[in-house]
């Protein structure tokens, strides 16, 4: 499973993640402050040039990231159309795209690793608490490495319908697709019974 | 407990392989993805606490910057913008739809699976997601609703197939459901 960290290398990845969520935090906060489209139009032409900076395969996979927004900001400005302020469905589209492109921008810069290191920290006081937060710690690789699995299974499973059926395979698939899973994580579960359990919160402290 | 953590793991996996499961079209052109049926196959399957713990758990890969979520969506930037709520609502919306199924005793199960998703995959989902978009987008929570309701077909439709797939597992496989109780398990002699 490939994570979304762009493989471009950028002087931000060097950042330590904390900083960068932290960075996130505030900045989607004050976005919220101003008033003055300009100002936000200002935002956006610097947001612009972040992405623009570390080159073209960087800046056409932000462009990608931020395709989600799009209906919306067409649907925001249709509205405001209607509505005859068009002002404010410019600023309520250029802060969607402004929040979603800094998030984005984290995420572009941040390594799996970087991002796990976080959550283990902001989980401490859970874990102090006596919550079983090293569960986590097992449960997120076995989705991680299964996740593929299960999409190849799926792909195995619409190839056998083809094979036998004219009609485009659908939701019939999701019942064998579901047992599949069912059968595996029996499985799971027994091999981590049979390696003395998930990971120890001793064992996760390197 | 290695065998639920197991569960949580796989069916979280279920989710986002279901991300990938091609989009079917309604007639008049607004797609639904596969993954709010896992959601609510999770909460019906697993139980209110461990399909709330598997919808959680895409989430938190979702937001550690896996594309996960249906058309290869991910990232932190899922959760800022104006479909959040959707998102969010997953883990409650998995509860409650978990949590009917433990308590109703009603018959037959996919009946059963297809009302408790209704409820929590579709009502307790599109009110986060509805909270969601109004305060992403600032606009009023009614219109917002307005907007939302081209997708209740589709999701009714999900629903419908939840309990088809759950009486298909009641069939292949009771054992699975922790909270199936045989027809005559109730009025044991």
């Known amino acids: ?53 570390p080159g073209r395969a960087f800046l056409r996979a932000g462009a990608r990231a931020l395709r989600l927004v ?66 986590l710690e097992t449960a997120i690789p076995l989705t991680i490495r299964f996740t593929p699995v299960l999409i190849a299974r799926a792909d195995a499973l619409a190839l056998a319908w083809r094979a ?29 019974r049979a390696r003395g359990g998930p990971l120890k919160p001793a064992e996760q402290e390197d | 407990m290695e065998r639920k953590l197991a569960h949580v793991a796989l069916f979280a996996a279920m989710i986002a392989a279901l991300a990938y499961v091609p989009q079917i079209t309604l007639g008049f052109g607004v797609p639904i993805t596969a993954q709010t049926l896992g959601v609510m196959l999770a909460g019906a399957v697993l139980g209110a606490r461990q399909g709330a713990a598997a919808a959680a758990l895409v989430l938190l890969l979702v937001a550690l910057g896996l594309p996960l979520l249906s058309g290869g969506r991910g990232g932190l930037g899922v959760f800022a913008g104006p479909t959040t709520g959707f998102a969010l609502g997953w883990p409650l919306g998995a509860y409650v739809t978990g949590l ?18 209704v409820v929590g995959g579709i009502l307790v989902i599109y009110a986060t997601g509805i909270l969601g978009f109004s305060l992403v987008t600032g606009k009023g929570l ?45 009025r044991r002699l």
Request: hydrophobic share 55%; with cysteine.
């Open chain 1, 1 to 53: 499973m490939i994570s979304l960290t762009s493989p471009h290398r950028t002087r931000a990845h060097d950042w330590p993640a904390g900083l960068k969520l932290a960075g996130l935090c505030l900045a989607s906060t004050a976005v919220f402050l101003t008033d003055d489209p300009w100002v936000m139009a200002g935002l956006l032409a610097a947001l612009a040039l972040a992405y623009a900076l």
């Open chain 1, 70 to 135: 799009l209906p919306f900001v067409v649907l925001m400005l249709v509205w405001h159309l209607f509505t005859r302020d068009l002002r404010m469905g410019l600023m309520i589209s250029m802060r969607m795209v402004l929040l979603v492109g800094l998030a984005n921008l984290v995420t572009m810069t941040t390594s799996l690793q970087g991002m796990m290191g976080v959550m283990r920290w902001l989980l401490t006081p859970f874990r102090r608490l006596g919550l079983p937060t090293h569960l």
């Open chain 1, 164 to 192: 036998r059926a004219a009609r485009r395979p659908g939701w019939r698939l999701v019942l064998p697709l579901m047992m599949q899973a069912l059968d595996d994580a029996d499985h799971v579960g027994e091999a981590l």
């Open chain 2, 100 to 117: 009917i199924v433990e308590k109703l005793p009603l018959r037959p199960a996919g009946l059963l699976a297809a009302l408790a998703s």
């Open chain 2, 142 to 186: 009614m219109e917002s609703a307005a907007l939302m309701m081209v997708f209740i077909p589709g999701d009714l439709l999900k629903a419908a197939i939840t309990g088809m797939l759950v009486q298909g597992l009641v069939r292949a496989r009771p054992q699975t459901l922790s909270w199936y109780r045989p027809a005559t398990a109730g």
